[in-house]
């Protein structure tokens, strides 16, 4: 009887180990890097689905046929008037004029309104700190939650 038992366990081990190592080797590089030991510098061990490694294989995926992640831009206009159009060239004009060399500005049109936004920030720290810098010359600039271009930041 403790023979059995002893031989059941073992083999609950190996096919568990067997299993795990081969989720392991297809999950996303995020959980591989985490769960590396590198220089001794530790282990983490990550138990989890292996549902949750295909959705974040998916969100992967997905995102980099988009081509864009969240994150932030500043709008420096809004306007929605009939010579809305006039004035959304003229500030983001202005705009280029004093900060080209920094970032981009997008023009966002959905008529009647017109929007300018410029730059492309991963987080909203990043944008506060160029909107400290944009303030004096667009008093009403704002930042916003945006679809950014990864490849700028």
Not at 2 to 20: E, H, Q
Not at 93 to 113: G, R
């Amino acid at each position: 009887m403790m023979k059995k038992l002893v031989t059941l366990c073992l083999l609950s081990s190996y096919l568990t180990l067997n299993a795990f190592s081969q989720i392991a080797s297809n999950r996303p590089y995020i959980i591989s890097k985490l769960q590396s030991t590198e220089n001794s510098q530790g282990h983490i061990q990550i138990i989890q689905d292996k549902k949750i490694d295909e959705l974040l294989n998916k969100m992967i995926e997905k995102n980099s046929q988009k081509g864009t992640i969240r994150g932030y831009r500043i709008r420096i206009f809004m306007e929605n008037s009939q010579v809305a159009q006039q004035k959304a060239v003229a500030a983001r004009s202005k705009f280029l004029d004093k900060f080209q060399d920094k970032m981009e500005a997008y023009y966002d049109v959905k008529a009647p309104i017109w929007r300018v936004y410029v730059g492309d920030f991963r987080t909203q720290t990043d944008a506060f700190r160029m909107l400290i810098q944009i303030e004096p010359f667009f008093p009403n600039a704002l930042v916003v939650r945006a679809d950014v271009d990864y490849n700028k930041l």
